[in-house]
T-cell receptor
């Protein structure tokens, strides 16, 4: 079945450091890939997405590229801020076939950014 | 525009009691989802629906039932609550499988 694996946390960085959160996936069809962010006490919000191979999603300085050859969708940001402290989730959704609509998430990576 | 609304926001149940969690969306979305979030486990999909009158099992469906009688509502039922069902439950909706999902604020359920 489909699955998403992302790096274990927590991750602690100093402000302005470079961020990478690794995400790999297993899927039987043609999934769309997403990064969601969850701030304390809130629901999840979409951060960025990519719907086909080689697409790059970007938002608020975060980027991720859909790599079909390595089944990866790593999240990166060149210079993190304290306000980026949150839990980040990688996710995939099958677009077609018997598992269409099956939106599944990785376990989440907690990021803490220190001033 | 309310988006996705979950009712109730908090609930304490005794073992063996039953309850229904309601999720309502006003965006005319086809897809709706129920997840549970537990520490260290991320979000695990319980059940989902790709349209009115349809439901499908997710990763952890045991102990839960769902219904999607109206397009805007997705109900999650616990027939006989167990302490293992203590969790935060999130509902989400999406226009399709390749578009973003919108999440509710969550329901914190404690089973004692």
């Amino acid at each position: 079945g489909n699955s998403v694996t992302q790096m274990e946390g927590p991750v602690t960085l100093s402000e302005e450091a470079f961020l990478t959160i690794n995400c790999t996936y297993t899927a039987t069809g043609y999934p769309s890939l997403f990064w969601y962010v969850q701030y304390p006490g809130e629901g999840l919000q979409l951060l960025l997405k990519a719907t086909k191979a080689d697409d790059k999603g970007s938002n608020k300085g975060f980027e991720a590229t859909y790599r079909k050859e390595t089944t990866s969708f790593h999240l990166e940001k060149g210079s993190v801020q304290v306000s980026d402290s949150a839990v980040y989730f990688c996710a995939l959704s099958e677009r077609y076939g018997g598992s269409q609509g099956n939106l599944i998430f990785g376990k989440g990576t907690k990021l803490s950014v220190k001033p | 525009n309310a988006g996705v609304t979950q009712t109730p926001k908090f609930r304490v149940l005794k073992t063996g009691q039953s309850m229904t969690l309601l999720c309502a969306q006003d965006m005319n979305h086809e897809y709706m989802y129920w997840y549970r979030q537990d520490p260290g486990m991320g979000l695990r999909l319980i059940h989902y629906s790709v349209g009115e009158g349809t439901t499908a099992k997710g990763e952890v469906p045991d102990g839960y039932n769902v219904s999607r009688l109206k397009k805007q509502n997705f109900l999650l039922g616990l027939e006989s609550a167990a302490p293992s069902q203590t969790s935060v439950y999130f509902c989400a909706s999406s226009p399709s499988g390749y578009q973003r999902a919108f999440f509710g604020q969550g329901t914190r359920l404690t089973v004692v």
